[in-house]
């Protein structure tokens, strides 16, 4: 388990390196000359030049990204051009608002998808099981934007019971504040999380062990619970570990429908900008945050079922 | 043994007794809640564009920031709430220009900062001004300076500014705009000589209680302010770069005002939610079709004036402003100095002088390139000009980019057409500024290089003359259209929202001016 978990790890620590390098060369490949963007119209030429080279942009380009792994390496992560401040700083001044929403989602999908895939694996073919696959497909089909905006329009501006932007303050409120935007990017993960259940406890309710269950005279509530759940939700939490990284992306927009702030729009924001200091660290939390879920999810995957450490 | 698995272990009851207990759980404090965010009649909430990371008026990037600056610091003369282009004393109970490069004033004795940096003085007039145009402060600003020599200290709030030259924006940029706010020497002074994400001394009516990145900025009253008394308590201003996101918080009673959209005018007009007024303002924006004149498949002026004739612009607005917008007749907006009151070719098109045109000037099978920015009324007028074009036999290739992109436009020596936007400050020295020889391929993408247009830029500046001047800018708009290089579309409009609560108070193009903001 230890070397599957060290070579697991060394795995994510190569990835993250191949799309943190990929994504300093694709920022400088775009058009676009950051540093008039960055000072605006009225900034002189030697104002201009300048800047060039305090963000080193007058260097070459491999010299640039050694400079940039080389700083990494000890904590460094630049300034933020427009306002000077630390750029670990700012990210992680965002970082809580992704988790939380992306948390959130993970939670309510994860919780409801389970209720249903169960539900729906106990009732097979049943009327009860027809109605959850059509709602499991039906969340599933649905666009994240589209129920973004419909469940702005029905729930902050018509019945006016979540608020529409914003994130809150105190731990109710920020509850309350991404109740919208978890739902609406959490929805099609619960017909997915809904629908991957229920197809492994059905496999998993025809297996020996459970058989052997019910010879023994346990209860139905008991075989499902305990004996069948368990080894059902596995296929799960990897989908949750890559889940994280689609709910990334998703939260980008959610970010920008609910101005919410977050990694996503301070992305968006400093690659408009080209504000390449903050758009490298923002990209460096983001990627980590993802190579690491999954990691962790193949690594949990592997604990609990050691026939998937052979993959590795 | 009795096989009764497939009954359900949660029985429908169950199930749906527990999805009415999560229900009502997640329900349950909503009440409660629902008053955590409901409005606060103490506070105004409002949107802008983008966040406000910078304190420093030196580093000021535009509005966003100057809107809270404005609020935080005073100026000498500040900006009259209004439809009409005006200033009003602002921490000056004196200003007076005496001759044509000194302009003497004289603070008022009741402003002074926060953090314990005493009374405001002239002292800090003449650093504040001093430090956006020496070269130690890098300010991207210091062009709104024009020729700012030094400002002379004559008593303890008493000095004399001192131009080089006559400079007429000074009175409608440099001070009543982001230049002209006034820090604190020694405060400014001790944070190392540049101010960061917070202010280091405060002396406007508000003091900046907090700034959440990318969530919003919260101003409250000063306690010190021995001026009049703003309305509000609280102002909120919330970054929201999404109109139609904006306008949901709007509509759902989130917000108090905010700029919407061109599109939603229409709905707007039938009905603002709660009472609400929708206020139809100017704008200084100025919209524009390019023609770069370096292009060899431009060179042919006949082919040029061709284009200028068959773009229909009212056809161009309604489609893509849905007639919220007014055709303009050049860069410069109604209410400045040197506003046209009709261009030179008619703003409705003339498809048989464009097809004459076209045929004078021998070109057949014209394929040209325009770009345009990424924003949906900017590719649906590409469209259009795409159409109209097509009806002499222009063929139009649109190009569509991103912002960081198509703002690098200028060096792109293979830019053809392009339909372009630039913001405004309200002097007309501000818009001609772009079109120089000096500018060429920087922010001149037309490459128009016009000796007698430059002579005017330099000359108009120092004019103090407004009659002369009106005359000075008209004439400058003359000659970039008869060049062939500009078709002038828009100078856009602001409309803007906001609840039934709130008197705004705003500038003549619809930017706020939060700080006189009242109570209904």
Do not use: C
């Amino acid at each position: 388990m230890i070397t599957y978990t060290i070579r697991r790890l060394a795995l994510a620590a190569l990835i993250l390196f191949v799309a943190v390098t990929a994504m300093f060369l694709m920022i400088r490949a775009v058009p676009g000359d950051p540093v008039k963007i960055m000072l605006g119209p009225r900034a002189t030429p030697e104002l201009q030049a300048s800047l060039t080279a305090a963000l080193g942009l007058d260097q070459p380009i491999w010299k640039q990204l050694m400079i940039f792994y080389s700083k990494m390496m000890q904590g460094d992560l630049g300034v933020d051009v427009f306002s000077g401040r630390s750029v670990t700083h700012i990210v992680m001044q965002q970082l809580p608002y992704t988790l939380e929403l992306i948390f959130a989602s993970i939670i309510w999908s994860a919780l409801l998808g389970v209720i249903f895939g169960a539900y729906a694996a106990a009732n097979p073919n049943t009327l009860w099981d027809r109605m959850i696959a059509f709602i499991s497909v039906s969340f599933i089909a649905a666009p994240a934007f589209v129920i973004a905006l419909l469940s702005l329009l029905v729930f902050a501006v018509q019945l006016r019971w979540f608020p529409a932007i914003g994130v809150g303050e105190g731990f109710w409120s920020r509850v309350h504040h991404v109740a919208l935007p978890a739902f609406a990017i959490g929805l099609s993960w619960v017909g997915y999380i809904a629908r991957l259940v229920r197809a492994s406890m059905l496999e998993v309710l025809g297996e020996h062990h459970i058989r052997t269950a019910r010879a023994f005279g346990l209860s139905e509530r008991r075989i499902i619970m305990v004996y069948a759940l368990r080894i059902a939700i596995l296929p799960v939490i990897t989908v949750i570990g890559v889940g994280m990284g689609f709910l990334l992306s998703a939260a980008v927009f959610a970010e920008i429908v609910f101005a919410r702030p977050g990694l996503g729009k301070l992305v968006i924001d400093s690659i408009t900008t080209r504000n390449y200091p903050v758009v490298m660290g923002a990209v460096l939390v983001s990627t980590g945050l993802f190579v690491l879920s999954t990691a962790i999810s193949d690594i949990v995957n592997a604990w609990l079922d050691p026939r998937s450490r052979q993959s590795l | 043994m009795k096989m009764e698995w497939i009954k359900a272990p949660l029985g429908r009851r169950k199930f749906l007794q527990g999805s009415t207990a999560l229900g009502a759980a997640s329900l349950m404090p909503m009440g409660f809640l629902h008053q955590a965010w409901a409005q606060d009649s103490n506070t105004l909430r409002v949107r802008t564009y983008g966040d406000a990371p910078n304190m420093d008026p030196a580093h000021s990037v535009g509005v966003v920031e100057e809107e809270i600056h404005a609020s935080i610091y005073n100026k000498l003369i500040q900006y009259k709430p209004g439809r009409e282009w005006d200033w009003q004393l602002d921490a000056a109970e004196m200003i007076e220009q005496v001759d044509p490069t000194h302009i003497k004033f004289a603070l008022r004795n009741d402003i002074g900062f926060t953090n314990g940096h005493g009374a405001m003085t002239a002292e800090d007039v003449k650093f504040s001004f001093e430090r956006i145009i020496s070269d130690a402060t890098e300010s991207p600003n210091k062009p709104d300076m024009g020729p700012l020599s030094h400002v002379e200290v004559t008593g303890e709030r008493e000095g004399t500014i001192v131009l080089n030259e006559p400079f007429a924006p000074l009175w409608s940029i440099a001070l009543p705009y982001i230049t002209g706010n006034i820090v604190s020497k020694s405060a400014t002074e001790a944070a190392g000589g540049r101010i960061g994400s917070d202010p280091v001394a405060e002396s406007g009516p508000y003091v900046r209680a907090s700034w959440s990145p990318k969530e919003k900025t919260v101003l409250k009253r000063n306690p010190n302010w021995q001026g009049d008394k703003p309305a509000w308590d609280n102002i909120e201003i919330y970054p929201i770069d999404d109109e139609n996101t904006a306008e949901i918080a709007f509509d759902a009673g989130e917000l108090d005002l905010t700029r919407v959209s061109l599109g939603s005018v229409q709905r707007y007009r039938e009905n603002v939610p709660d009472g609400g007024r929708l206020l139809e303002n100017p704008s200084l924006y100025y919209v524009w079709l390019g023609m770069n004149l370096d292009h060899p498949k431009l060179q042919n002026k006949k082919l040029r004036q061709a284009i200028q004739h068959a773009v229909d612009v009212p056809t161009l607005l309604e489609a893509a402003y849905f007639g919220a917008a007014e055709p303009s007749t050049g860069i410069i907006a109604p209410g400045l100095a040197g506003n046209r009151s009709a261009n030179l070719i008619a703003a409705e098109a003339n498809m048989e002088k464009a097809r004459a045109l076209l045929a004078e000037s021998g070109e057949t099978n014209v394929v040209i390139a325009l770009d345009t920015l990424n924003k949906t009324t900017y590719t649906t007028m590409a469209q259009v000009i795409q159409s109209m074009l097509a009806q002499i036999g222009i063929t139009l290739e649109i190009n569509v980019l991103e912002s960081g992109a198509f703002w690098s436009s200028g060096e792109n020596e293979d830019l053809q057409l392009v339909l372009n936007r630039f913001s405004m400050a309200p002097d007309p020295s501000y818009a001609t500024a772009w079109f120089t020889t000096e500018q060429a391929g920087i922010w001149n993408w037309e490459r128009f290089r016009n000796e007698e247009f430059d002579e005017i830029h330099a000359m108009a500046a120092k004019e103090t003359d407004i009659k002369k001047r009106d005359a000075m800018y008209k004439r400058a708009q003359d000659l970039m259209e008869e060049s062939g290089a500009y078709r002038f579309i828009t100078h856009e409009a602001t409309p803007i929202v906001h609840s039934s609560r709130v008197v705004p108070s705003l500038r003549p193009d619809g930017l706020s001016l939060l700080r006189y903001f009242g109570k209904a």
